[in-house]
């Protein structure tokens, strides 16, 4: 057996966030208009309500950064955007 899910600390990506969210996501990048303006955001962690270790959000941030341009979301069609900065 595989797992279903990859944990990012602090962001779990599960296998169905792939067919839903994500892949759609990559969808809409190749089938609007070269001149659309395309944004995606990494929503912060402002509905945290117990104290986090910044250093471990800040890698969580930066590693769905990472899962977002691995599955292929092209940076030079789409802006992807820290929702928090």
Same mark, same amino acid.
């Given at each position: 057996?595989?797992?279903? %899910? &990859?944990?990012?600390?602090?962001?779990?990506?599960? +296998? @169905?966030?792939?067919?839903?969210? +994500? %892949?759609?996501? &990559?969808? &809409? =990048?190749?089938?609007?208009?070269?001149?659309?303006? *395309? *944004?995606? %955001?990494?929503? @912060?962690? *402002?509905? $945290?309500?117990?104290?986090?270790?910044?250093?471990? +959000?800040?890698? @969580?941030?930066?590693?769905? *950064? !990472?899962?977002? +341009? !691995?599955? @292929? $979301?092209?940076?030079?069609?789409?802006?992807?955007?820290? =929702?928090?900065?």
């Amino acid at each position: 057996a595989f797992p279903t %899910s &990859v944990r990012l600390y602090p962001v779990l990506i599960q +296998l @169905g966030n792939y067919p839903g969210a +994500l %892949s759609n996501s &990559v969808k &809409v =990048q190749k089938t609007t208009e070269p001149t659309d303006t *395309l *944004l995606f %955001s990494i929503v @912060g962690w *402002l509905a $945290l309500t117990l104290p986090q270790d910044p250093a471990t +959000l800040r890698s @969580g941030r930066d590693d769905m *950064l !990472a899962t977002l +341009l !691995a599955i @292929g $979301l092209d940076p030079e069609r789409s802006i992807v955007f820290h =929702q928090d900065r």
